[in-house]
């Protein structure tokens, strides 16, 4: 089995960088909760890969760039900074960055905390 670390990785650099969409099937929970500041969404497996198929349909291009990995010691919870230079469809560029916490049970991701995210780059 993957390790919660190794599930987040390769959500981003697999999942998204390369568009898998069916190992996005394979690391997404049978439910996924997306929590944010006052609020949060629970998503079904089927939404939450679905999420990310429609995520990619806005984009030519879209690249997950992990600044820092951290796997917290419980071996459930990674964290990452990143970045993400994107395509639009129109050609428009732009980067947005940020950090997520993901918990990883099973093998599965099935919460990620994210405050939102800024555009550009780390400095």
């Not at 909760?33 to 890969?49: F, I, K, N, P």
Request: glycine share 6%.
């Amino acid at each position: 089995m993957r390790s919660a670390r190794q599930v987040v990785e390769q959500y981003n650099l697999v999942v998204w960088n390369e568009r898998d969409f069916a190992l996005a099937e394979e690391l997404l929970g049978e439910h996924v909760v997306r929590h944010d500041v006052g609020e949060s969404t629970t998503l079904t497996h089927a939404e939450a890969v679905q999420r990310v198929v429609d995520h990619w349909a806005m984009f030519d291009t879209i690249r997950f760039d992990l600044n820092l990995v951290v796997a917290g010691d419980d071996g459930e919870h990674v964290a990452i900074v990143y970045q993400s230079p994107m395509m639009l469809k129109d050609g428009a560029a732009t980067t947005i960055s940020s950090i997520e916490i993901f918990r990883v049970r099973d093998g599965r991701i099935t919460e990620v905390w994210n405050c939102g995210y800024k555009h550009g780059v780390w400095a």
